[in-house]
C-alpha cells in the first residue's frame, strides 16, 4: 500500500466550476497535511497546510481534514485556467514528508 | 536568499561520470530534503537532514548516492557511477523544522547519456 493515494486523474473541470480533489494516507499518526500545486516544468509550490481536523480556507482554495477516516482534500472554487497544474497531496510523519502521485487538473475556458 | 537555490539548473553528463548537485536553503530553515521526481510521478523521498547530520537516508536508491550537509546549510547531492536510469529532476526543499511547511528549489535537471 502506497503511504500517500490521490485519485489519477486527469480532471477536467470548466472555469467557474469547483474542483475536488482527495488523498488518502496510510500512517494513523501521520501529523501535517499539505498540498502543493506544480505546473509543468517547474517544482513544486506550496499551496495550503492544514494540521487538525476541519476545513481551512484560503482564499478560492478549501482543505478538508479528516483523521479518523485518514483522508484530506482540496477544493479549488471558481476556477479559472491558470489553476490548471499537477496538485499533489503530502504527508509527514515527524519529519519524513511523503507524496502522492499527484492529480492533474485541466480548466477548460 | 529569499528561497531555496539550487545549481546547475541543467546537467548533462556521461554514463559512468561522477555529478556534484548543489542546494542552498533559505536561510535560518535546519530541514533539508533532497527528493527525485520522474515523469508523471510524485516527487521520491531521497535523504532529510535536520542540521548537518543525515536523520534519514533510507530513500537513497544504492550507495552511488551520498549527500553531506557540513555546516548545517548548503547540501551537496552525490552521485557516482552515473547511470541513465539516474535521469531525472532532483529536488531540494527546506523547512524551518521537522513537520513545519518545505518550500522546494527550482530543481536540478539531471540527463545522463
Known amino acids: 500500500q502506497k503511504e500517500v493515494e490521490q485519485n489519477s486523474g486527469p480532471l477536467s473541470v470548466p472555469e467557474g466550476a469547483i474542483a475536488s480533489l482527495n488523498c488518502t494516507y496510510s500512517?494513523?499518526?501521520?501529523?501535517?497535511f499539505f498540498w502543493y500545486r506544480q505546473y509543468s516544468g517547474k517544482s513544486p509550490e506550496l499551496i495550503m497546510s492544514?494540521?487538525?481536523?476541519g476545513d481551512k480556507e484560503d482564499g478560492r482554495f478549501t482543505a478538508q481534514l479528516n483523521k479518523a477516516s485518514q483522508y484530506v482534500s482540496l477544493l479549488i472554487r471558481d476556477s479559472q485556467p491558470s489553476d490548471s497544474a499537477t496538485y499533489l497531496c503530502?504527508?509527514?510523519?515527524?519529519?519524513?514528508?511523503?507524496f502522492g502521485a499527484g492529480t492533474t487538473v485541466t480548466v477548460r475556458a | 536568499g529569499a528561497g531555496v537555490s539550487q545549481t546547475p539548473s541543467n546537467k548533462v553528463t556521461e554514463k559512468g561520470k561522477y555529478v556534484e548537485l548543489r542546494c542552498d536553503p533559505i536561510?535560518?530553515?535546519?530541514?533539508l530534503y533532497w527528493y527525485r521526481q520522474s515523469l508523471g510521478q510524485g516527487p521520491e523521498f531521497l535523504i532529510y537532514?535536520?542540521?548537518?547530520?543525515?536523520?534519514?537516508d533510507s530513500g537513497l536508491p544504492n550507495d552511488r548516492f551520498f549527500a553531506v550537509r557540513p555546516e548545517g546549510s548548503v547540501s551537496t547531492l552525490k552521485i557516482q557511477r552515473t547511470e541513465r536510469g539516474d535521469s531525472a529532476v532532483y529536488l531540494c526543499?527546506?523547512?524551518?523544522?521537522?513537520?513545519?511547511?518545505?518550500?522546494f528549489g527550482q530543481g536540478t535537471r539531471l540527463t545522463v547519456v
Open positions: 492544514i494540521y487538525s481536523n
Open positions: 536561510s535560518g530553515h535546519t530541514a
Open positions: 526543499a527546506s523547512a524551518g523544522d521537522r513537520n513545519t511547511e518545505a518550500f
Open positions: 500512517d494513523r499518526v501521520s501529523q501535517s
Open positions: 503530502a504527508v509527514t510523519n515527524d519529519y519524513k514528508l511523503s
Open positions: 537532514f535536520q542540521g548537518t547530520g543525515a536523520a534519514d
